[in-house]
């Protein structure tokens, strides 16, 4: 099926990005007139898998982040998070609640934010090449 | 980032506004840290009344804060979350630290 509009954003991994990154893509899903909680669920599961490329993906240095979101018919929308940093090892590992490698001032629950406030979290990554999150959310069609 | 203070007897309020995300949590937390050791306050209340937008970076905050204050033998409060804010810690089962004061009209479980 062929998306009816489209948005990729790439900017480097630069904490001050993570607001910009959320709300391009709430400001972009306006057009599908989503409900305030609806809008809250996806700008804070794009702030979680944003932050993971920069804390995680390029840990000491700064690499490209791209943002991919496709609007489909009947609000269906797909949300890639891609960067081409550090890969990881434990994908299974890594998306249990609590786990972290962040230190102690991170709660090891980006995964769990993602899952729960969207309707389907992908997550592939080869080490050494980057990571992509894939994340479906349907927003309610609402009727005139 | 902080917009105001509040200090009582053994204890200080501090005032959050804004999102807070990963990129806000390292400066908010040096201001914290910063305020609680100064005022050596027993009792540490963070009022989230002013913040819009919070992720997993808030209950990473939230949880250092509440270690801090338990290694002094002190005490941390929370208030003034959004439903949203409140889901969100709940995500990280928060909600079962003692950190949330009774409000008016809520009750716990035990209570008849």
């Not at chain 1, 891609?82 to 709660?107: H, N, Q, W, Y």
């Not at chain 2, 306050?41 to 009022?47: G, M, S």
Request: charged letters at 25%; proline letters at 5%; glycine letters at 10%.
């Amino acid at each position: 099926m062929k998306p009816i509009n489209e948005l990729r954003l790439e900017f480097p991994s630069r904490s001050a990005n993570e607001g910009f990154a959320r709300t391009a893509v709430a400001s972009f899903l306006a057009q599908l007139d989503p409900a305030v909680d609806e809008m809250a669920d996806v700008r804070t599961a794009v702030s979680e898998a944003v932050t993971n490329c920069i804390v995680h993906a390029y840990p000491d240095r700064i690499g490209p982040v791209i943002v991919q979101v496709r609007l489909y018919r009947n609000g269906r929308v797909i949300i890639r998070v891609k960067d081409r940093g550090c890969g990881i090892p434990d994908v299974e590992k890594a998306m249990e609640p609590l786990f972290t490698t962040g230190g102690e001032e991170r709660s090891g629950l980006g995964f769990s934010v993602m899952e729960s406030f969207t309707d389907r979290l992908k997550v592939t990554s080869r080490v050494g090449k980057g990571t992509t999150v894939t994340m479906e959310k349907y927003i309610a069609v609402r009727q005139p | 980032m902080v917009t105001r203070m509040e200090t009582g007897p053994g204890q200080v309020t501090v005032y959050l506004s804004g999102e807070l995300d990963h990129h806000a949590a390292r400066p908010l937390r040096e201001q914290i840290d910063g305020i609680a050791e100064r005022c050596g306050a027993k009792k540490l209340r963070l009022d989230f009344e002013g913040v819009p937008f919070m992720d997993s970076s808030g209950i990473g905050l939230i949880m250092g804060r509440y270690r801090m204050m338990c290694a002094l033998g002190g005490e941390l409060q929370v208030t003034g979350m959004s439903e949203r804010l409140r889901s969100i810690m709940r995500l990280g089962g928060l909600e079962r630290l003692p950190i949330f004061p009774q409000q008016k009209g809520e009750h716990n479980e035990t209570d008849q």
